[in-house]
């Protein structure tokens, strides 16, 4: 027994952390960072970080390599979109542009590394250079605003960007609650389904008392989350975009022979190679598909900011890739899931908004982000000596 | 009899689960050349890096007495400090440093922050004319050929104040003329008063230069042989390296019928990847039947895997020539996927680096080879995956608690057959199997013997490479020998000895 609650322990170390830093952070700000405000703007400040961390997750799962360029790239589809938009250009019209923009230069670096070898690091530090300077060229060096509301309404910028509420309620988003027990209602369905699946193919299935506990935490949480949201504006429309993506990205990592390739090449790429898959293929998918999810949090972070400007998106890259390493993506590749990447992402927003609610200086706020990332590094590299 | 410079006294070196060397005693007189031969993993390695101290004093039993005292190596500066250096078979050198730099690395002169580089290659070069080369120090060792880099090697020890030098097949890598050139050297040195261990597979070498022969056979010292006193012949010396008993150790295979030929390779050439001068496999022909085991027999380095692997969708090499036969059909496969489509499976010598991803669970890598009859149109259908790999594992009998445990978890005969289950689940008529039984031990050695006779009794051809002779004499039906990239020999398995085979082998080295 004791051993088990150490592998749990172990297994979901950096939820442990989250819920202490919660704690430290309500106590330090006398509560302020649970207020439903601030529980929202969690959600809505940090939609690129999600989005970003869905591709970076992919390309560090083929080994470790990583993506200097997103922000510029952020940056880059971010102006395209907002000139397109300043010209009166069709609005669906512009986010298609912006969508394909991301792919091409996904394609454009996904091309040097796999086919040409050149090493990531290296392919992307020029893209990081390469797509600012070309953001600033396509802004002309200023910023440049955005007035069409159905862009920043469904991609959730300026004041209305929420789920309008149908159902109406006096001060609480009545639509948002609902959604919120829906969503864990159809949870608790997929829970029993796959349990009953599982018990009549004979297959072996977790404790009842631990799924149920597991079920219960989960459930608590999204409830927790949906009635805070419900008692400020309703449901972002960020969030709508994340919750697509990280349900696409936890099914593709998980059940898509593409998903699994990308964990084969990370684990074992000579291995890889002799069972007939071409490791090359894996990493171009992995680029390009960086390059969508530049594309997208261009798009979000645009609507957001209502416009575009030169300076968009510096060290998003690096917001990205701290959140998969936090969230226990292996430095190595072939280890990292969604759920690990999402908890990073969370743990790096509260402490960002504890520390802005504390007052604490920015600078000094840097200095804690970089130790967060560095122990949690430790942390990998150390439990993999062990296995050793 | 001369004074005894180095004795290893009952050492006995255990790896987990394995003993490599099993009360080990050797004695080199000063001033002589003492060989050590015998089949891989006999444990020649082994003892030379207990002497030398990469295997730290403490984790092996017995004494090592050099020059009259009991000695205690931590790591391998220590016995350098002593002069004991070793020169291991992989060269050790920095390719994009000169040969100067090379020769001191780690050993710099001058002073800690400020290296004397006038001194560094003024010795190097006294070094250098010692081993008869006339290379400036100051070039680049990616300049010179691999002759010239073992000389390197040894200047380098002599630059450590060598007394006893081991060379770990110090002749692997080089051609004929270097070979002799390096021997004679090391007779020069004899002369010198410089004591030396040498290990090398090649006999013929062994009876030129040493005084004492030392045979290991599973990590025991067999016999020491003095070349002074007893005539001292090639066919003696494989006496003492093969000589041990028949038992029953492979399983029958009764009633299977050997068809026709299924693959076919002719005049296959290819050439090293890096140094692309270098012929890896030379010219050629094999052929397997269905319902066949062929066994490839050589020593390490022959060039097997190589030819395995440029067969099997040129993973290696380049450069290939030749022409690939399937069921008579010339074919070519441009890479793995195609050699898989084409019903042809390699299993890899090297699981752990080519095989298997250790970080994922046995039902990953079951599959991974062919994923696309587990998923429909790029979804994973997880409950028929889960099927196929218990499927695998009951009937390979895998020792695990689940098909979910991760590959890395598993010992290495549980490992070799997840492996196996993973080509075979590729559904192919033909297998290579590479050294499918190494470092496994007796009992699961078994176990896969008797699946590879289930597989050719299932119609199937194997290609059996192997560099245990017992192992390729038992279990094959017709045996090609391989030396130095070419085929150097064939028979039945009925009419293989383990005397004649390695004569092959010494004959076609005398040939050159």
């Known amino acids: 027994m004791n ?105 454009w670096q996904g091309f040097w590394i796999a086919y040409i070898k ?66 864990v209602v159809a949870y608790l369905a997929m829970v029993i389904v796959n349990r009953i699946d599982a018990k009549s193919k004979g297959y072996s299935v977790t404790p009842l008392f631990q799924e149920l506990v597991k079920f219960v935490v989960i459930g608590a949480v999204i409830l927790w989350i949906f009635y805070k949201l419900a008692n400020y504006k309703g449901i972002p429309a960020a969030l709508v975009w994340i919750a697509v993506v990280l349900l696409a990205y936890a ?44 594309g997208l949090a261009g798009i979000l972070v645009a609507a957001r900011q209502v416009g575009a400007q030169p300076t968009f998106g510096q060290g998003y890259e690096m917001d990205a890739i701290a959140a998969c390493f936090i969230g226990g993506a292996s430095a190595y590749g072939g280890e990292g899931n969604v759920f690990g990447m999402v908890i990073g992402a969370v743990l790096m927003g509260v402490i960002n908004m504890g520390m802005s609610i504390m007052g604490i200086d920015a600078n000094y706020q840097k200095v804690v982000k970089g130790i967060v990332v560095l122990v949690a590094i430790i942390f990998d590299v150390l439990s993999n000596k062990k296995k050793k | ?50 002497l030398s101290g990469i295997y730290p004093y403490g984790s092996y039993e017995g004494d090592i007495i050099y020059d009259g005292e009991v000695c205690e190596f931590h790591k391998i500066t220590d016995s350098e400090k002593k002069g004991i250096v070793i020169i291991h078979q992989e060269l050790a050198l920095v390719p994009q440093m000169s040969i100067g730099e090379n020769m001191f690395l780690g050993n710099e002169r001058g002073k800690k922050n400020a290296i004397n580089w006038n001194e560094t290659y003024g010795e190097a070069d006294k070094y250098l004319k010692m081993v008869g080369l006339s290379e400036s120090s100051r070039v680049l060792i990616k300049d010179i050929g ?60 062994v009876v030129y230069v040493a005084d004492k022969i030392t045979v290991v056979r599973d990590g025991s010292t067999v016999e020491t042989i003095d070349c002074h006193t007893t005539e001292v012949s090639e066919p003696r010396i494989i006496k003492g390296m093969v000589g041990r008993e028949f038992t029953d150790r492979f399983p029958k295979r009764s009633g299977v019928e050997i068809g026709e030929v299924n693959m076919e390779v002719e005049n296959w050439t290819v050439y090293h990847p890096v140094y692309a001068e270098r012929k890896v496999v030379d010219n050629v022909n094999m052929n397997v039947k269905k319902g066949e085991v062929v066994g490839i027999y050589g020593l390490m380095g022959a060039g097997r895997t190589e030819l395995a692997m440029s067969i099997f969708g040129k993973s290696y090499g380049t450069g290939i020539k030749g022409t690939l036969k399937i069921n008579g059909k010339p074919t070519v496969l441009k890479n793995p996927r195609e050699a898989i489509n084409a019903k042809l499976a390699y299993v890899t010598e090297d699981r752990k680096g080519n095989g298997l991803i250790l970080s994922n669970p046995i039902r990953v890598n079951t599959t991974l080879a062919n994923m696309k009859a587990v998923c429909d149109r790029g979804i994973i259908d997880t409950d028929k995956e889960y099927k196929v790999s218990v499927e695998y594992k009951d009937k390979l009998k895998t020792k695990t608690p689940s098909v979910e445990q991760n590959v890395g978890n598993l010992s290495g005969g549980n490992q070799q057959k997840v492996l196996l289950a993973k080509w075979m689940f590729t559904d192919p008529d033909i297998l290579i199997l590479d050294e499918p039984t190494r470092g496994i031990d007796v009992g699961a050695k078994y176990e896969i013997y008797c699946i590879i006779n289930d597989l050719v009794a299932a119609g199937k051809s194997v290609v059996m490479i192997s560099s245990e002779l017992p192992e390729v004499i038992g279990m094959s039906d017709r045996i090609y020998i391989m030396n130095e990239g070419k085929f150097v020999g064939e028979m039945k398995a009925s009419e293989a000895t383990q005397e004649n085979i390695m004569a092959c082998i010494l004959q076609s080295g005398r040939g050159e």
């Not at chain 1, 020029?126 to 069409?148: P, S």
């Not at chain 1, 159905?150 to 910028?157: R, Y």
């Not at chain 1, 004041?159 to 988003?173: A, I, Q």
Request: hydrophobic share 50%; proline share 2%; charged share 15%.
């Open chain 1, 3 to 107: 051993l088990k609650a150490m592998d749990i322990l172990k297994k979901y170390t950096m939820v442990f952390a989250l819920v202490l830093v919660t704690i430290f952070f309500y106590w330090q700000t006398g509560g302020k960072i649970l207020l439903p405000q601030n529980v929202n703007n969690l959600i809505s400040q940090n939609a690129y970080v999600f989005v970003l961390s869905a591709g970076m997750l992919l390309c560090i799962l083929t080994g470790g390599n990583i993506d200097l360029a997103v922000g510029s790239v952020v940056c880059f589809v971010g102006g395209i979109g907002a000139v397109m938009m300043d010209k009166n250009l069709n609005v669906w019209f512009a986010v298609v542009v912006m969508i394909i923009g991301g792919l091409l230069v996904g394609a």
């Open chain 1, 118 to 183: 050149v090493p990531p690091f290296i392919a992307t530090l020029a893209g990081m250079y390469a797509f600012r300077g070309l953001a600033n060229v396509v802004l002309q060096g200023y910023a440049v605003g955005i007035r069409n509301e159905t862009f920043l309404k469904v991609f959730g910028g300026g004041e209305n960007c929420y789920v309008p509420d149908f159902l109406g309620g006096s001060s609480l988003n009545m639509t948002c609650m609902v959604v919120g027990i829906i969503v």
């Open chain 1, 251 to 294: 099914y593709i990592t998980t059940r898509t022979t593409m998903g699994r390739y990308l964990y084969a090449v990370g684990g074992n790429e000579k291995a890889t190679r002799l069972s007939g898959i071409d490791p090359r293929k894996v990493y171009f998918f992995a680029y390009v598909n960086m390059g969508l999810m530049a």
């Open chain 2, 1 to 50: 009899m001369g004074k005894i410079l180095l004795e290893m006294k009952n050492i006995t070196k255990t790896f987990p689960g394995v003993k490599a060397l099993d009360n080990v005693n050797l004695q080199v007189e000063e001033g002589e050349i003492h060989a050590l031969v015998g089949e891989n993993g006999a444990g020649k390695s082994t003892l030379m890096n207990v």
């Open chain 2, 146 to 205: 691999t002759g010239k880099q073992q000389l390197v090697e040894i200047a380098k020890a002599l630059a450590k104040n060598a007394r006893l030098l081991i060379l770990d097949e110090p002749t692997s890598s080089l051609n004929e003329t270097d070979s002799r050139a390096l021997l004679d050297l090391m007779l020069e040195f004899k002369k010198q008063g410089m004591t030396m261990i040498i290990i090398s597979h090649k006999l013929n070498e």
